[in-house]
């Protein structure tokens, strides 16, 4: 690759937000605060850096969107950083359930879109017929005596 084709290259990488690009100095620049801010918040477990080969922290535009917010929490609102952490924490749990109820209510759709048309129960009448019934309900006792249930699913 030609210098000029590597710096062309170079000029149009663009890093996603996850990725960790900034060394603790630059994040520190970039948000507003001391290195060793950083560092303490690190220890804390309200930003959680990746680590190179050799353990030095990298910091992603989430990391240091993180730490701003951090600081807003701390200096604007006047919360302790226990507090912060907190807050923190409720806002991770509050997003894996959404995630969470995401994946169920897509599993829920799928079946009852499994389940919508054409799906029938049947049951078996007294004399040994096959009575249709509505999905959820038993047989009337009329249809006979056998209290079984029998549930046909084409293509299972």
Same mark, same amino acid.
């Given at each position: ?24 100095? @630059? ?33 992603? /535009? ?33 997003? /894996? ?20 048309? @054409?799906?029938?129960?049947? /049951? ?33």
């Amino acid at each position: 690759m030609s210098a000029v084709s590597a710096m062309g290259a170079a000029a149009s990488f663009t890093p996603r937000e996850e990725d960790p690009v900034f060394v603790i100095s @630059g994040a520190a620049q970039l948000a507003g605060m001391h290195a060793q801010t950083l560092r303490q918040y690190d220890r804390l477990g309200l930003v959680s850096p990746s680590r190179t080969r050799g353990g030095g922290r990298r910091y992603s /535009a989430r990391d240091v969107a993180r730490l701003r917010e951090v600081q807003r929490l701390s200096q604007d609102e006047g919360i302790s950083l226990a507090g912060i952490k907190r807050i923190l924490d409720l806002e991770n749990q509050v997003a /894996a359930l959404q995630s969470r109820v995401g994946e169920l209510s897509v599993e829920l759709e799928r079946t009852r879109a499994m389940l919508g048309t @054409g799906a029938r129960v049947f /049951a078996a009448g007294r004399a040994g017929d096959v009575v249709a019934v509505r999905a959820g309900q038993r047989p009337s006792r009329s249809a006979g005596r056998s209290q079984s249930l029998v549930v046909w699913r084409p293509g299972t």
